[in-house]
């Protein structure tokens, strides 16, 4: 390997010490920006209307499908390949630079169309500013790239939490002076334009002129199947906003969106980051099986015991946690988000099933099952939606308890981890979390206390019932373990320093 390739490779040090680092800082960082999330989301909601979310989230979906093909999967070609040049990434740059520019300008044409498709003149501003969002991401994609993959989480995460925090008090202070929906752009394009800037600094590579070489013909077919598969999942993740804003309007979907981002999106907030750490190092190893699998069925189950237990929390105790954190105004979306929820006790073990996919180079395979679960979804919420947003929200969720085995027998057919060591390593905690919900639906109007101990009291008693059903499986013993080995050494060192 040359020296320009091996500029762009993380140090030679242990690969446990860094996935291990990278997780806690990624953590850290994850923990700051879901706080800034659920902090926007209380706030927003105390300071704007309903119909002002309908109205971004009625915009959502349009930005969401025309960035499906801004990145092109580059970025995790950049991260995947062995070995890649400054040539190479500067080829990646300015297709990157191009698509973004060339799909802004379709932004702003298409304005006009989708607020004649929602018969809300408002969208057609909010689309037609949101090409900004997409120049902004395209000029910092590879720089992005090249820090995730030399694997330097701490700046990363130090740059990402800033941006959160400065973002949220930009949207804040926007919504307390004009209480308007343009609060929430304002905000994420603060965000944004953040950490594109950091990105550029922290990267320590600057792009030369446009020219075009070998090596990128590669990068471009394997981010293919990437952008294959992110553009059939766009449908699984947004066409539920669009069939309700069509059919029952923006007040139904605001009460929609409010509940799926109070709980999905957290939960894609954990999972997607973390794809940043592991992504990476899983590539590194995959010519060595043991290691690999190990790896990953290490992370996954820690996965499932840090999120399982809040989403059996948040469905067990909706019915308090809604008014308590947005306001009575908002009750009408506590059976929407019950419903999502049980799709959310499946989606942190199904999520990092993309880990796999693009660390061991299977894009097209990656794309074959996004557009198979593209479809599964899609009939799904045409059942559902008839009955109103809670219809969508439980048909998406049954739609996907029939996913998840197949998806798991799809990837299966290849590769170190086969769906005996997914089921053996995630069926104590899935089975936990059920069961968890169903103890705190029958006991919780029994727990003493306002609404606000009531919700920290089922906190502690689903995290100890998951604990418990874990405790009796071989896998659920040794994560258990882990956990506790973990907890030890972050309390050991500054017990430590204290002595010294």
């Known amino acids: 390997?040359?020296?320009?390739?091996?500029?762009?490779?993380?140090?030679?040090?242990?690969?446990?010490?860094?996935?291990?680092?990278?997780?806690?800082?990624?953590?850290?960082?994850?923990?700051?920006?879901?706080?800034?999330?659920?902090?926007?989301?209380?706030?927003?909601?105390?300071?704007?209307?309903?119909?002002?979310?309908?109205?971004?989230?009625?915009?959502?979906?349009?930005?969401?499908?025309?960035?499906?093909?801004?990145?092109?999967?580059?970025?995790?070609?950049?991260?995947?390949?062995?070995?890649?040049?400054?040539?190479?990434?500067?080829?990646?740059?300015?297709?990157?630079?191009?698509?973004?520019?060339?799909?802004?300008?379709?932004?702003?044409?298409?304005?006009?169309?989708?607020?004649?498709?929602?018969?809300?003149?408002?969208?057609?501003?909010?689309?037609?500013?949101?090409?900004?969002?997409?120049?902004?991401?395209?000029?910092?994609?590879?720089?992005?790239?090249?820090?995730?993959?030399?694997?330097?989480?701490?700046?990363?995460?130090?740059?990402?939490?800033?941006?959160?925090?400065?973002?949220?008090?930009v949207a804040i202070g926007w919504a307390m002076i004009w209480h308007t929906y343009w609060a929430l752009f304002i905000g994420g394009l603060t965000t944004m334009a953040i950490t594109t800037l950091g990105c550029w600094l922290t990267s320590r590579w600057l792009p030369g002129l446009p020219r075009w070489v070998s090596g990128t013909g590669g990068m471009v077919?394997?981010?293919?199947?990437?952008?294959?598969?992110n553009f059939a999942n766009y449908f699984a993740r947004n066409l539920d906003q669009i069939l309700i804003g069509r059919r029952w309007g923006n007040q139904e979907l605001g009460?929609?969106?409010?509940?799926?981002?109070?709980?999905?999106?957290?939960?894609?907030?954990?999972?997607?980051?973390?794809?940043?750490?592991?992504?990476?190092?899983?590539?590194?190893?995959?010519?060595?099986?043991?290691?690999?699998?190990?790896?990953?069925?290490?992370?996954?189950?820690?996965?499932?015991?840090?999120?399982?237990?809040?989403?059996?929390?948040?469905?067990?105790?909706?019915?308090?946690?809604?008014?308590?954190?947005?306001?009575?105004?908002?009750?009408?979306?506590?059976?929407?988000?019950?419903?999502?929820?049980?799709?959310?006790?499946?989606?942190?073990?199904?999520?990092?099933s993309g880990w796999l996919f693009i660390s061991q180079g299977r894009s097209m395979e990656f794309m074959r099952w996004g557009i198979f679960g593209a479809a599964t979804t899609a009939a799904a919420l045409l059942l559902g939606l008839p009955y109103g947003a809670f219809g969508v929200a439980m048909a998406y969720a049954i739609s996907e308890y029939v996913r998840t085995p197949l998806l798991w027998l799809y990837i299966g057919r290849k590769g170190p981890v086969q769906p005996r060591h997914i089921l053996r390593t995630a069926l104590p905690f899935v089975l936990g979390a059920h069961i968890s919900v169903a103890v705190l639906c029958t006991i919780k109007q029994h727990l003493p206390g306002d609404p606000a101990v009531v919700l920290v009291l089922a906190t502690l008693l689903s995290y100890a019932i998951v604990a418990g059903v874990a405790a009796l499986f071989p896998a659920g013993r040794e994560t258990l373990a882990d956990v506790c080995s973990m907890a030890r050494n972050a309390l050991s060192g500054p017990i430590r320093r204290m002595r010294a």
């Open 1 to 169: 390997m040359d020296t320009d390739s091996k500029r762009f490779d993380p140090p030679d040090q242990s690969l446990g010490r860094s996935v291990g680092r990278g997780a806690v800082v990624t953590g850290g960082a994850q923990i700051v920006k879901l706080g800034c999330q659920i902090i926007s989301v209380i706030a927003l909601s105390r300071l704007l209307q309903p119909e002002d979310f309908g109205i971004v989230a009625m915009a959502a979906p349009v930005i969401a499908f025309v960035g499906l093909f801004q990145d092109l999967g580059l970025t995790q070609a950049t991260v995947q390949k062995k070995g890649i040049t400054h040539s190479e990434v500067n080829s990646l740059f300015w297709i990157n630079m191009g698509v973004s520019t060339l799909l802004g300008v379709v932004m702003i044409l298409i304005a006009p169309l989708v607020a004649r498709f929602y018969s809300q003149p408002q969208v057609a501003p909010l689309v037609a500013a949101m090409s900004l969002q997409l120049v902004i991401l395209g000029s910092g994609a590879q720089h992005f790239a090249l820090v995730t993959r030399r694997m330097e989480f701490g700046r990363l995460a130090v740059l990402e939490s800033v941006a959160a925090v400065l973002g949220l008090a």
């Open 221 to 229: 077919s394997f981010g293919a199947g990437i952008t294959g598969f």
């Open 255 to 352: 009460l929609y969106d409010r509940a799926n981002r109070l709980l999905l999106f957290p939960l894609q907030q954990i999972t997607n980051p973390l794809g940043r750490v592991m992504i990476p190092a899983l590539s590194r190893i995959v010519d060595e099986p043991h290691r690999y699998r190990r790896a990953y069925l290490r992370v996954v189950p820690l996965l499932l015991f840090v999120a399982l237990p809040g989403v059996a929390v948040a469905i067990g105790a909706a019915d308090l946690l809604i008014p308590l954190a947005l306001g009575e105004q908002w009750h009408g979306t506590v059976t929407i988000f019950q419903a999502l929820g049980f799709a959310g006790l499946l989606q942190p073990l199904n999520n990092p």
